[in-house]
């Protein structure tokens, strides 16, 4: 693993690839000093032009040395970004470091260098406006201030570990900034939004907050969870998330990155807070997510089990009791499409509880009678994120060919519906 600093020479890229530098060295690791030449200037000016960037490499090389670095000077000629990514496959490099563009650049640095490489690399952007706070990090003077940047995406939880990651250098204070769309939430959440428009129910903001929580639980220190800013917004999430780094002065914005194309650039948090936060950003795409040895083992804290009451919906609790973690909640639920008398209700939660095993008596089991619209995949898909689950656990009564076509499947339908896991309880061979 190596860090690379891109670097163009100036006062901007002296300071980031500085504190490169201390980076590389606080890590151990080596740093590699890129700089790449356009390749019609090579054509224009040749040699001459080759031999005036190798000696200012050379030395801003040294001068880095003198840090206590080991650093390897690269000349490079081509489009930059692309030959950045290139390099850094082939030198399984784990960040990128480089200068945030100057503020008079044309469209404040939109379409530049640094833009390009945001969408293009496949390990962490770094991008340095002011290095003086990180750098007081390094030298271990100061714990560090970052903001980081909530949603439920890989992008996320990629950027999530790389703060865990940053955290092995010394002390970080964590904040998560979550802003959110309440009319978008509510429609996800199937809860009832009356309020005005940017405003969020306290139903809302409730839910708003717990599966936000839930998402920044690893970050938790010393038993304290991590600190949360959950803030309903109005147009671009990421004008709001670096308003809040603002009023945070925070050191360093942390924001996933999902390299959106054409028009879904429009609505890039990472690309518009590079352009617009007045801290240093780290850009991290869902590539950077550790997989294999490094992966965390999930956890099963909440887990929900719907039943029709056939057999196989039934049988399917059994195998939820056992999935859920020791302390964690399974929730067993049961959807209608009309909602039921007071009665009704109470015979329905009877029958639930008398599923649960005797086994399992003792957990912690939550009986749940939703109601909704006549699409009972949307009302089960909605209570699964209202109810933050972890994992789904459905029953299918195991139909194929025709009978599924003609019949349906609620399991399936379930499965295109979710992006959480779903246990699939199939029954037994005839």
Not at 349 to 369: G, I, K
Not at 375 to 391: F, I, K, M, N, P
Request: one cysteine or more; a neutral charge.
């Amino acid at each position: 693993m190596s860090i690379v600093c891109a670097t163009n020479f100036s006062d901007s890229a002296r300071r980031a690839s500085t504190l490169a530098a201390e980076l590389a060295r606080k890590a151990g690791t080596s740093l590699w000093l890129v700089h790449v030449l356009n390749p019609d200037s090579v054509r224009a000016f040749g040699k001459a032009l080759l031999s005036s960037a190798e000696a200012v490499l050379s030395d801003e090389t040294k001068r880095l040395e003198a840090l206590g670095a080991k650093v390897e000077p690269v000349l490079l000629t081509g489009e930059p970004a692309v030959m950045l990514e290139a390099f850094c496959r082939e030198q399984s490099a784990s960040l990128v470091v480089a200068s945030r563009p100057a503020d008079g650049s044309p469209f404040g640095g939109e379409g530049g260098t640094v833009d390009r490489m945001a969408q293009s690399l496949t390990v962490p952007l770094f991008v340095v406006k002011d290095p003086a706070p990180l750098e007081a990090w390094v030298r271990g003077e100061r714990p560090l201030k970052v903001l980081l940047g909530v949603d439920r995406s890989l992008p996320f939880e990629a950027a999530r570990d790389w703060v865990l990651t940053l955290r092995k250098g010394g002390p970080v204070d964590v904040v998560g900034g979550r802003v959110y769309w309440p009319e978008e939430e509510a429609r996800r959440l199937g809860l009832h939004q009356r309020q005005e428009y940017g405003e969020a129910s306290p139903e809302l903001r409730q839910a708003m907050e717990r599966e936000s929580a839930e998402l920044m639980a690893p970050l938790a220190q010393d038993g304290k969870p991590a600190r949360l800013r959950v803030e309903p917004g109005v147009g671009r999430i990421a004008d709001h998330l670096v308003e809040l780094a603002d009023l945070e002065q925070v050191d360093l914005l942390v924001v996933g990155t999902h390299h959106r194309r054409a028009l879904g650039r429009l609505w890039s948090v990472s690309r518009h807070a590079l352009r617009l936060a007045r801290m240093s950003v780290v850009c991290v795409p869902s590539q950077a997510l550790a997989v294999g040895t490094e992966t965390p083992l999930p956890e099963y804290r909440e887990v929900m089990v719907a039943t029709d009451f056939s057999e196989t919906g039934n049988r399917a609790v059994a195998y939820a009791c056992a999935l859920t973690a020791p302390g964690g909640t399974m929730h067993l639920v049961h959807a209608t499409e009309k909602k039921p008398s007071i009665e009704e209700e109470a015979q329905l939660r009877e029958q639930l509880s008398a599923l649960v095993p005797r086994a399992a008596r003792d957990r912690n089991v939550r009986l749940e009678v939703i109601s909704g619209s006549k699409d009972v995949v949307a009302t089960l898909a909605q209570a699964a994120e209202r109810l933050g689950v972890s994992a789904i656990v459905m029953g299918t009564h195991g139909r194929s060919g025709w009978k599924r076509a003609v019949l349906g499947s609620v399991t399936q339908s379930l499965l295109l519906r979710t992006d959480r896991p779903v246990l699939v309880v199939r029954p037994p061979a005839a």
